[in-house]
T-cell receptor
């Protein structure tokens, strides 16, 4: 399977500040990356789909101006949580899909965000 | 949209016994069904998957069965070991794009 890294693995920030989370594909080119959010003891909820070189597609109810996604290359996608609030505290996980014809998604290790 | 239900939410088995987790889905167009294992504080790890043109798939102690008519699929783990303890998620997808996840099953294998 693919190797996906995320940085940072955990971050604590103050309310009102912005936080950037990086998602990297280490061993192959990812045409599509996905960003999920997972609250404690809950399932994964898709936030947005990120395609290299184009604007991300956001799921209903996800504020695109608050969760900025940039997929600048085939190996890197970033999620920036702007003006973070305590309710944004969550586990953020990226996944990637290798190429058309392959259905598998490979997940990163996640980033624990705590907003104080 | 797709709706995936997963049962049970918690499952405890004795080491060496089998564990079965079941999921149902609503959209008959879904054609890809992966299973993920998630350990505490980590991202989900793909353990097995199945496409709609196959009824069963096995990989050592893990197997998945799919009943397209009834729209349900199941994960079977045989000869369970303590390291199998984790949260397991099923998902349904159309061609591997948007994944709709089940609510998860917390599996505990008692030594």
């Amino acid at each position: 399977g693919a190797v996906v890294s995320q940085h940072p693995s955990w971050v604590i920030c103050k309310s009102g500040t912005s936080v950037k989370i990086e998602c990297r594909s280490l061993d192959f080119q990812a045409t599509t990356m996905f960003w999920y959010r997972q609250f404690p003891k809950q399932s994964l909820m898709l936030m947005a789909t990120s395609n290299e070189g184009s604007k991300a597609t956001y799921e209903q109810g996800v504020e695109k101006d608050k969760f900025l996604i940039n997929h600048a290359s085939l190996t890197l996608s970033t999620l920036t949580v702007t003006s973070a609030h305590p309710e944004d505290s969550s586990f953020y996980i990226c996944s990637l899909k290798a190429a058309s014809g392959n259905y598998e998604q490979y997940f990163g290790p996640g980033t624990r965000l705590t907003v104080t | 949209g797709e709706n995936v239900e997963q049962h049970p939410s918690t499952l405890s088995v004795q080491e060496g016994d089998s564990a079965v987790i079941k999921c149902t889905y609503s959209d008959s167009a879904s054609n890809y069904f992966p299973w993920y294992k998630q350990e505490l504080g980590k991202g989900p790890q793909l353990i097995i998957d199945i496409r709609s043109n196959v009824g069963e798939k096995k990989d050592q102690r893990i197997a998945v069965t799919l009943n397209k008519t009834a729209k349900h699929f199941s994960l079977h783990i045989t000869e369970t070991q303590p390291e199998d303890s984790a949260v397991y998620f099923c998902a349904a997808s159309l061609t591997g794009n948007q994944f709709y996840f089940g609510t998860g099953t917390s599996l505990t294998v008692i030594p």
